[in-house]
């Protein structure tokens, strides 16, 4: 083979490397995209990649299990005139957030559309205060039922669709302010969110585990 033809099969073998390499790459990106970037950022996790490997919650998605699964079987109300039908015992749960000046958190419990919650928080200082809703199918599409700055709250609450219910409390300044809340409903779960972006999912306690043993 001459040295033209030299060169031209090194080009071809050029070639044939860049496109060999160039979709090496194309591949290894699409990997990376579905395994990693689209559960971290989008929450959108086709393989189940992203819960594996724990990034999920990045993307500000509270991860569900099985056992949220069947909870909502059980936590769904069946109405009966005035009468809510549920197949599982009410939950109770209680919370204490210490906020610095500036800081906020959110708390919120899951509810399914007709489920009721009671509740009653208060704080060592006036909060701006929004009680509100985060629809499960659209999460941007927040609902807000109470906004307005105080410093205690006491009511009860029936959740208008399926998704989190609860309360965005910040400190507007000043001093430490400290927040207790109580409450009790139908619900398998909260959630808590912080001024930060950090997310911690709490287990709420079943009645029956304060419930003194019979002798």
Do not use: C
């Not at 109405?79 to 610095?100: Q, R």
């Amino acid at each position: 083979m001459d040295s033209a033809g030299n060169k031209q099969a090194a080009a071809l073998s050029s070639k044939r490397s860049l496109v060999i390499a160039s979709l090496a790459a194309l591949a290894g990106a699409a990997i990376l995209l579905v395994t990693l970037i689209l559960p971290a950022e989008y929450g959108v996790d086709p393989l189940g990649t992203g819960a594996a490997l724990g990034v999920l919650p990045l993307s500000g998605t509270v991860v569900v299990d099985q056992s949220d699964a069947l909870a909502v079987l059980s936590l769904t109300p069946t109405i009966d005139g005035p009468i809510g039908h549920y197949g599982d015992g009410f939950k109770h749960d209680t919370a204490e957030f210490v906020l610095e000046p500036y800081e906020y958190v959110e708390y919120k419990y899951h509810l399914e559309a007709g489920a009721t919650m009671l509740y009653s928080w208060t704080s060592t200082d006036t909060l701006i205060h929004d009680f509100h809703g985060d629809p499960d199918e659209n999460p941007t599409a927040v609902q807000s039922y109470d906004m307005r700055n105080l410093s205690s709250g006491n009511g009860s609450f029936t959740a208008p669709f399926t998704g989190i219910h609860g309360w965005f409390w910040e400190n507007p300044g000043g001093n430490r302010i400290v927040v207790n809340a109580t409450t009790s409903g139908f619900y398998p779960w909260a959630v808590e969110i912080h001024y930060d972006g950090t997310r911690l999912r709490h287990d709420v306690m079943a009645l029956e585990a304060d419930a003194p043993s019979a002798d």
